[in-house]
Structure formats: C-alpha cells, structure tokens
C-alpha cells in the first residue's frame, strides 16, 4: 500500500503564497510521477501541475506564471510553490502518485487533500 501524506493549505490573501507539499511512503518500487490537481466546490476536480520521473512537467494554463511543482527523488516528495494566488484558486488540493508497486504492478494513489482558501 502506498499513502500520501499532504501539508501545507490554508487561508491566503489575494496575491498572496502557499507552498504545498507532499510525501509518499509504502511499497513503491519505482515512482512514474507526482502531481497535484485540486477540486473546488460544485466543480470537477482539475489538472494542476504534474512532474514525471525524469523531470518533464506539465500544468494548467491557469497556474503558468505563477505555480512551480518540484520533486525530490530521495525523499519521495513533490512541492507546489503558488504565488499570486487569487480568489479562484479556492479548492481542496489533492496530491496524487503513479507508480509500481510490488510486482511490478501499476498503480494510481491519492492523498487525503489539504484546503487552500484565497480570500480577504
């Protein structure tokens, strides 16, 4: 089993930062990425940033500009620096892992989600 553990939401003013962070633990035996997406009320949950093994990225236009994911392969975490943060980035954030797992089996794990709340 694979769990991820999420810190680092809560309430920002308009332009303000938040740094989300998030650690894997369990029988990984090979992460293939590590990313972020986040929900907000009465919506789908969305795309926010994704980082693969070897480094490639990929994020929504929404974040561009303004939020960088990164990862630290010893460790088995993955970051999101926002900055600028408005209103409507308002959601539960929710990090998520595919990897292999024993016997090579590939699986697909999300974390708990932490709040991150925007607003003056």
């Known amino acids: 089993q694979v769990q991820l553990v999420e810190s680092g939401g809560g309430l920002v003013q308009p332009g303000g930062s938040l740094r989300l962070s998030c650690t894997a633990s369990g029988s990984i035996l090979r992460i293939l990425a590590m990313g972020w997406y986040r929900q907000a009320p009465g919506k789908q949950r969305e795309l926010v940033a994704i980082?693969?093994?070897?480094?490639?990225?990929n994020s929504a236009d929404s974040g561009k500009g303004r939020f960088t994911i990164s990862k630290d392969n010893a460790k088995n975490t993955v970051d999101l620096q926002m900055n600028t943060l408005r209103p409507e980035d308002t959601a539960l954030y929710y990090c998520n892992i595919r990897c292999y797992v024993p016997n090579w089996a590939r699986r697909e794990y999300w974390g708990q989600g932490t709040q991150v709340t925007v607003s003056s």
């Open positions: 980082i693969t093994s070897d480094g490639t990225t």
